[in-house]
């Protein structure tokens, strides 16, 4: 019997030649992210680095596993709740005294992208975080689950994680995606065919042809919204667009896993991407999605175009495209946080920034932003690019989040309604 | 490793119960159940059990209910992980809810996977835990687990 790539992955960290859906297997980690909330005392009075010393002392050390295997990134900047300012105290505490890795200020943004951009995540490594958008990873051919704050302390101090080998669904991509459509309309019109609960306990594999003409982003998208189906992890085969993106942020050394042909999946799907509209989720679930015409004059007041999902460059690129030459409908706000320094930077030097400048957008510094901070009021409705419309995700429980991707967010901006972008073509 | 068998009263609860509805005790879904269990009772969910967020604050609120399990239909991989590593057992059982009323006791056999009904005698088959899942319940949880291992055997956890 063959193996998915997933399965591979895992009998590797474990140290098998297979494991079987279903096993309860201990695995070794290649690499643990940390985000700077996870320090903070809110799920125990003692913080995770208090109760990891406690763990470690009592196993005769003062230091974690592996101090290099370990990224920890400040995803909000600056800091504005003093909850994020423990975390943030803690986490500076921890990578000193332990000697891993922080990213934060002009080199930070979003954990989930630094990370990626910073070449740590590689083809065939299993990834754990403490986050669980941590799934994202799975774009670039590796094994990567969110983990919780117990497993977390776990994990620093022996390497190992314990977890189930999931069943797979595949999703076999045919066709090209036409104008104004990328991995977020992609993976939405997917999250609306399986549903909120569609891949629970499963690992999504994305592969077919349609799979080469998506970008690096578009893939991270596709993966990045698995855990809105609440699957383990997603997975996309590395091709030699993975080869090519990888040699270029990392030192190239990585493994290749591939799927058998005789691999064993519970569902199998196949998707023309040539018949997918941009996508709209409606309140209050991201499968709840429907092409966007079915929205058509529906009124907003903010736009957002950022989180990990979708700010980053290749999302900046198609808002700006619409926002060329055309305003933000007064009385409607557009607010842009491009996800990392990096994509700030690239989109600076392409000339983007002017364009949201005299498109009069508000464009904010590099973080998790809007996506997890209140910015409506009741009544409000926000269209996003983010990853949850849960009610009162962005503000009160009485105003709305619908999602789109970043065209989408610009489009309706300047017509003050939800607007199909390929009408500003 | 030894065998973990519980037994106790049940209350019922339905599909698709998310993270923040956990919090404070099922607060969400029953804002007076902190009032009502008492410790060793056992929690029985339908279908998609700790949906959402990764946040431990919910999953922690049941322990310190002194819920003694928890079964459900299907549980989300990473709820099951962070319960049983807050030493609280948690057991995925397909058809668990079709054959128990609130308030019947069942005995749950975490080795065996077997829940069983005591009052109209049913069962339904769910996950067999693992030796180390069962280990790390036994101890209380993964940190007592991890602070324990290295006195018990003398060797390093690592490597």
Same mark, same amino acid.
């Given at each position: 019997?063959?193996?998915?790539?997933?399965?591979?992955?895992?009998?590797?960290?474990?140290?098998?030649?297979?494991?079987?859906?279903?096993?309860?297997?201990?695995?070794?980690?290649?690499?643990?992210?940390?985000?700077?909330?996870?320090?903070?005392?809110?799920?125990?009075?003692?913080?995770?680095?208090?109760?990891?010393?406690?763990?470690?002392?009592? /196993?005769?050390?003062?230091?974690?596993? !592996?101090?290099?295997?370990?990224?920890?990134?400040?995803?909000?900047?600056?800091?504005?709740?003093?909850?994020?300012?423990?975390?943030?105290?803690?986490?500076?505490?921890?990578?000193?005294?332990?000697?891993?890795?922080?990213?934060?200020?002009?080199?930070? +943004?979003? +954990?989930?992208?630094?990370?990626?951009?910073?070449?740590?995540?590689?083809?065939?490594?299993?990834?754990?975080?403490?986050?669980?958008?941590?799934?994202?990873?799975?774009?670039?051919?590796?094994?990567?689950?969110?983990?919780?704050?117990?497993?977390?302390?776990?994990?620093?101090?022996?390497?190992?994680?314990?977890?189930?080998?999931?069943?797979?669904?595949?999703?076999?991509?045919?066709?090209?995606?036409?104008?104004?459509?990328?991995?977020?309309?992609?993976?939405?019109?997917?999250?609306?065919?399986?549903?909120?609960?569609?891949?629970?306990?499963?690992?999504?594999?994305?592969?077919?042809?349609?799979?080469?003409?998506?970008?690096?982003?578009?893939?991270?998208?596709?993966?990045?919204?698995?855990?809105?189906?609440?699957?383990?992890?997603?997975?996309?085969?590395?091709?030699?667009?993975?080869?090519? %993106?990888?040699?270029?942020?990392?030192?190239?050394?990585?493994?290749?896993?591939?799927?058998?042909?005789?691999?064993? %999946?519970?569902?199998?799907?196949?998707?023309?991407?040539?018949?997918?509209?941009?996508?709209?989720?409606?309140?209050?679930?991201?499968?709840?999605?429907?092409?966007?015409? !079915?929205?058509?004059?529906?009124?907003?007041?903010?736009?957002?175009?950022?989180?990990?999902?979708?700010?980053?460059?290749? !999302?900046?690129?198609?808002?700006?495209?619409?926002?060329?030459?055309?305003?933000?409908?007064?009385?409607?706000?557009?607010?842009?946080?491009?996800?990392?320094?990096?994509?700030? +930077?690239?989109?600076?030097?392409?000339?983007?920034?002017?364009?949201?400048?005299?498109?009069?957008?508000?464009?904010?510094?590099?973080?998790?932003?809007?996506?997890?901070?209140?910015?409506?009021?009741?009544?409000?409705?926000?269209?996003?690019?983010?990853?949850?419309?849960?009610?009162?995700? /962005?503000?009160?429980?009485?105003?709305?989040?619908?999602?789109?991707?970043?065209?989408?967010?610009?489009?309706?901006?300047?017509?003050?309604?939800?607007?199909?972008?390929?009408?500003?073509? | 490793?030894?065998?973990?068998?519980?037994?106790?009263?049940?209350?019922?609860?339905?599909?698709?119960?998310?993270? &923040?509805?956990?919090?404070?005790?099922?607060?969400?879904?029953?804002?007076?159940?902190?009032?009502?269990?008492?410790?060793?009772?056992?929690?029985?969910? &339908?279908?998609?059990?700790?949906?959402?967020?990764?946040?431990?604050?919910?999953?922690?609120?049941?322990?310190?209910?002194?819920?003694?399990?928890?079964?459900?239909?299907?549980?989300?991989?990473?709820?099951?992980?962070?319960?049983?590593?807050?030493?609280?057992?948690?057991?995925?059982?397909?058809?668990?809810?079709?054959?128990?009323?609130? &308030?019947?006791?069942?005995?749950?056999?975490?080795?065996?996977?077997?829940?069983?009904?005591?009052?109209?005698?049913?069962?339904?088959?769910?996950?067999?835990?693992?030796?180390?899942?069962?280990?790390?319940?036994?101890?209380?949880?993964?940190?007592?687990?991890?602070? &324990?291992?290295?006195?018990?055997?003398?060797?390093?956890?690592?490597?």
């Amino acid at each position: 019997m063959g193996m998915t790539i997933t399965e591979k992955i895992i009998a590797r960290a474990v140290g098998k030649e297979q494991v079987k859906v279903g096993d309860f297997v201990q695995a070794n980690v290649d690499k643990l992210y940390i985000k700077d909330l996870r320090f903070s005392k809110k799920e125990d009075a003692r913080g995770l680095y208090g109760v990891l010393l406690e763990v470690l002392q009592s /196993m005769g050390t003062d230091r974690v596993w !592996d101090a290099k295997k370990i990224i920890t990134n400040l995803d909000e900047q600056p800091a504005r709740t003093e909850r994020r300012t423990e975390g943030q105290e803690m986490a500076r505490k921890f990578t000193r005294e332990q000697g891993s890795i922080l990213y934060e200020g002009e080199e930070g +943004g979003i +954990g989930h992208n630094v990370i990626v951009e910073h070449g740590h995540v590689k083809p065939g490594e299993f990834i754990v975080g403490a986050d669980s958008h941590t799934c994202t990873y799975g774009a670039l051919g590796a094994f990567a689950t969110g983990i919780g704050f117990t497993e977390t302390v776990g994990v620093l101090a022996t390497g190992k994680i314990w977890l189930k080998v999931p069943l797979a669904i595949r999703f076999e991509l045919r066709g090209r995606p036409g104008p104004c459509v990328v991995g977020k309309d992609i993976v939405l019109w997917i999250a609306g065919k399986i549903g909120y609960e569609g891949a629970i306990n499963r690992t999504l594999e994305y592969t077919g042809a349609g799979i080469d003409v998506l970008s690096i982003e578009s893939r991270l998208t596709l993966c990045n919204m698995a855990v809105e189906m609440i699957a383990v992890n997603a997975i996309i085969p590395p091709d030699d667009r993975t080869v090519s %993106y990888m040699r270029e942020v990392s030192d190239g050394h990585f493994k290749l896993y591939q799927s058998d042909a005789d691999a064993e %999946y519970e569902q199998s799907h196949v998707v023309d991407l040539s018949r997918i509209d941009p996508q709209v989720a409606a309140p209050e679930y991201p499968s709840n999605a429907h092409p966007v015409g !079915d929205f058509r004059g529906l009124k907003i007041h903010q736009g957002f175009i950022g989180t990990c999902t979708n700010g980053r460059i290749e !999302d900046l690129r198609m808002a700006a495209e619409i926002l060329r030459g055309r305003k933000v409908r007064p009385g409607v706000r557009l607010i842009i946080t491009p996800a990392s320094f990096m994509a700030y +930077g690239l989109a600076e030097k392409e000339g983007l920034m002017e364009i949201f400048r005299q498109a009069n957008a508000t464009v904010t510094s590099s973080e998790c932003g809007l996506c997890v901070r209140p910015s409506l009021a009741a009544g409000e409705v926000c269209i996003s690019s983010g990853n949850r419309n849960y009610r009162g995700r /962005m503000g009160p429980k009485e105003s709305s989040v619908f999602l789109s991707n970043a065209a989408t967010v610009a489009a309706s901006t300047v017509t003050g309604e939800i607007t199909d972008p390929r009408e500003f073509l | 490793m030894q065998g973990l068998v519980i037994r106790g009263r049940i209350w019922k609860f339905g599909d698709s119960i998310d993270n &923040g509805n956990i919090d404070g005790v099922m607060e969400g879904v029953d804002p007076e159940f902190k009032n009502k269990v008492a410790p060793g009772d056992i929690l029985v969910a &339908g279908k998609f059990f700790g949906m959402g967020a990764s946040d431990e604050h919910a999953p922690r609120s049941l322990k310190q209910a002194g819920i003694a399990a928890v079964v459900a239909d299907s549980v989300s991989n990473i709820y099951q992980r962070t319960l049983i590593n807050i030493g609280l057992p948690a057991m995925e059982c397909p058809g668990i809810t079709s054959i128990v009323q609130e &308030g019947d006791e069942i005995e749950i056999d975490f080795t065996s996977g077997e829940v069983r009904n005591l009052r109209n005698g049913q069962s339904r088959n769910g996950d067999r835990l693992p030796g180390l899942a069962l280990d790390v319940l036994q101890q209380g949880g993964l940190i007592p687990y991890l602070k &324990g291992e290295f006195t018990r055997k003398k060797t390093p956890v690592r490597g």
